[in-house]
């Protein structure tokens, strides 16, 4: 894994990559494929009330380093054809804005996007894509307890094109000392 930021006074832009060994059984002995991903992210400062977040990354076999896509087994699949694993692409990132309302209220709305790319041999149902919505409040009332809420909507796209939505509420509260 490798790193390079840049600190302004905007705020920062770092971009990263990693290269990855998966070693797997095959054929009673074990083999490996080798991985890779690129990152690009930033926070800029737009003004002392709001700040910009954004991250973009994409790769192969790099899916478990991938919010959502964690421990799923997503990195590579078997491919039939070739009698050998193969690995699997991945991309997808987030915008989020972030508004101090106040010293004790922010709220901050978020969107991203995320796609896996599907072989021909695998299953239509296997998932494709995802996108989501969300909004977030919290609220320090002293410094050390914060309170937060947030509503999250998403929809997920699968490589036949089924899709479902899902949306949720979330409460959080967090005491510190």
């Known amino acids: 894994a490798a790193r390079y930021k840049y600190f302004g006074n905007w705020g920062h832009a770092q971009i990263a990559g990693i290269l990855r060994r998966i070693s797997y059984l095959h054929n009673n002995s074990m083999d490996k494929l080798y991985g890779w991903g690129l990152m690009a ?3 800029i400062n737009l003004n002392t009330n709001n700040t910009l977040y ?3 990354s994409f790769g192969e076999g790099i899916a478990n380093y991938c919010v959502g896509f964690e421990n799923r087994q ?5 491919n039939p054809n070739l009698n050998d ?4 692409r991945i991309h997808g ?7 101090q309302i106040n ?6 709305a978020t ?16 998932f494709w894509s995802s996108k989501y919505l969300a909004l977030t409040y919290f609220y320090v009332p002293i410094e050390t307890i914060s309170l937060g809420l947030e509503v999250t909507t998403g929809i997920r796209i ?13 409460m959080v509260g967090s005491f510190s000392f």
């Open 41 to 43: 992210s930033t926070i």
């Open 158 to 170: 699968n490589e036949d094109r089924q899709q479902g939505n899902a949306t949720r509420i979330s």
């Open 103 to 108: 010293p004790k209220m922010t709220l901050s």
């Open 111 to 126: 969107a991203g996007v995320s796609y896996l790319k599907n072989y021909d041999f695998e299953d239509k149902s296997s």
């Open 74 to 78: 997503l990195d590579a699949v078997y």
């Open 85 to 88: 694993m193969v690995l699997k």
């Open 54 to 56: 954004a991250q973009f």
């Open 93 to 99: 990132g987030y915008v989020n804005l972030n508004h």
